[in-house]
């Protein structure tokens, strides 16, 4: 492989992570231009059962995969030369489970539907999950620390989606339209993707054996387990939402989390460069792990920091924007799925640490309590306080799993919590930047202006206050050394 990620450089990092984010930042914006249409097509009910129905596929889907592309990355990145039988297995179980995860799937949109248009649009994103099977060849561009084709297929699978989204709202079409444009997006993204991993250089035929499917299944099962449990406990507040509080409550809780799915991107850009360089360095290189580790922390302390200090200030304005104003009720949820934000995001380095230590385990265990702490606390809030209490319980589930998780990681690589250093400074700088914008707001700024300070005060703040150095620049746009 032309590019392995032991001998990453923090440069390559650096500009393949700044890559993904300046991208994901694209998407994201024509993302939220493109829910904003879809929810002026479908009203607040009819994005209710859109939203809800989009989470349960979703959830169910996952057995598609089930953890299996996790191991493949961590043992692809042990073993370079063997990346090809690794991706190939998992390809191979990926189909063999597609069936039953198609049948399943089938099941809970008749169960779950509230109209004729839901159940078609259910039916029609079931009929294309095979096209999904041939993602797992994105890993090779993980694996080469180089992600400029899966940035590229994004984008067009933004943009054909946005197309197809701005043609029905404007010709007044429903879900059933929109499942049939959301699938053929992603079928041509796929296929696009497919054909451009199968010409890298240097690659082999992805081909499954039966050693690597045993192991993949062997190692994948509980952090596959686990990863079913996440997305229970991270789409069950939802459901229980639109079964409790109705399809209104729905709508509106629905359409500001959709909010918080979308800042996902800063984590999985930072992880889909990362990830591949923490896996190469354990066992062999401890002193790289933890730099790398710390490297990733302070960048997803950075970026979530300041997105929480914005969404505290201008969580109505926002939704007003992007939603309209019908959906300003749903605007107090934001500041505090921000919060949970902030854990999510270092949630997502946790959960990479306990698979690269071998304690797969030990994340399905504190999976198991994150699902019956979320699902006990809803059962308990949505009654008394409707989606708010949906809210503060996916903030309090984040915040366990982080703890539990966290304890784990250091009680295995025996060391203390590490000193707060550049993560509480950015945490300082967030704090000062929210007392900032709330002065604005209160003396009635408006939203464009909110971000324009945001925009220069924030950085400012990091350089000022030392959580961010001019080094850290010339990383990117100077030459970098081995990480």
Request: hydrophobic share 55%; charged share 10%; proline share 4%.
């Amino acid at each position: 492989m032309s590019t392995l990620a032991r001998h990453t450089t923090k440069q390559r990092a650096a500009r393949d992570i700044g890559m993904q984010i300046g991208v994901r930042i694209a998407n994201l914006a024509l993302g939220a231009v493109v829910t904003a249409l879809v929810v002026r097509t479908l009203g607040e009910s009819g994005y209710g059962q859109w939203s809800t129905g989009f989470a349960a596929l979703g959830l169910i889907g996952y057995f598609a995969n089930f953890g299996m592309e996790g191991v493949a990355l961590r043992e692809a990145a042990r073993e370079p030369e063997q990346a090809h039988e690794w991706i190939g297995s998992v390809m191979l179980l990926r189909l063999l489970v597609l069936v039953p995860v198609m049948l399943v799937s089938l099941v809970t949109i008749l169960a779950l539907h509230r109209s004729h248009a839901m159940l078609i649009a259910g039916i029609i994103m079931i009929v294309a999950m095979p096209f999904g099977g041939v993602g797992a060849l994105g890993l090779l561009f993980q694996l080469r620390v180089d992600n400029r084709v899966p940035m590229l297929v994004l984008t067009l699978r933004s943009i054909l989606w946005g197309v197809a989204v701005l043609v029905i709202y404007l010709e007044h079409g429903g879900m059933v339209a929109l499942a049939i444009g959301l699938v053929s997006t992603n079928a041509i993204g796929s296929l696009v993707q497919a054909v451009a991993a199968l010409k890298l250089k240097d690659t082999r035929i992805p081909r499954p054996t039966r050693t690597h499917v045993r192991d993949v299944v062997r190692i994948g099962l509980p952090i596959g387990i686990s990863g079913v449990l996440i997305i229970c406990y991270a789409t069950v507040d939802q459901v229980i939402v639109y079964s409790i509080a109705g399809t209104n409550a729905s709508g509106l809780y629905g359409s500001v989390y959709n909010l918080l799915n979308q800042a996902h991107f800063v984590p999985i850009s930072v992880l889909t460069t990362l990830a591949p360089v923490i896996a190469a360095s354990w066992p062999h290189d401890r002193a790289r792990l933890l730099r790398t580790s710390r490297l990733t922390a302070e960048l997803l302390a950075v970026t979530s920091f300041g997105g929480l200090a914005f969404a505290i200030v201008a969580s109505t304005p926002v939704v007003r924007l992007i939603f309209g104003a019908q959906f300003v009720p749903g605007a107090p949820a934001l500041p505090v799925l921000g919060a949970a934000f902030v854990f999510i995001a270092f949630g997502y380095l946790n959960g990479q640490l306990l698979v690269v230590l071998g304690l797969q385990t030990r994340l399905l265990r504190i999976s198991v309590y994150a699902l019956v702490v979320n699902v006990i606390g809803n059962l308990i809030l949505v009654p008394l306080t409707g989606f708010m209490g949906a809210a503060w319980m996916t903030l309090i589930t984040e915040v366990v799993v982080w703890g539990f998780s966290l304890s784990l990681i250091l009680k295995t690589l025996e060391m203390p919590l590490p000193k707060p250093g550049r993560i509480g400074r950015a945490a300082l700088a967030a704090a000062v930047l929210t007392a900032l914008l709330e002065t604005m707001k209160l003396a009635h700024a408006p939203l464009a202006a909110l971000v324009a300070a945001a925009c220069v005060a924030y950085p400012a703040l990091l350089f000022a206050l030392r959580a961010l150095a001019v080094e850290d620049v010339r990383v990117v746009i100077g030459r970098g050394a081995v990480s």
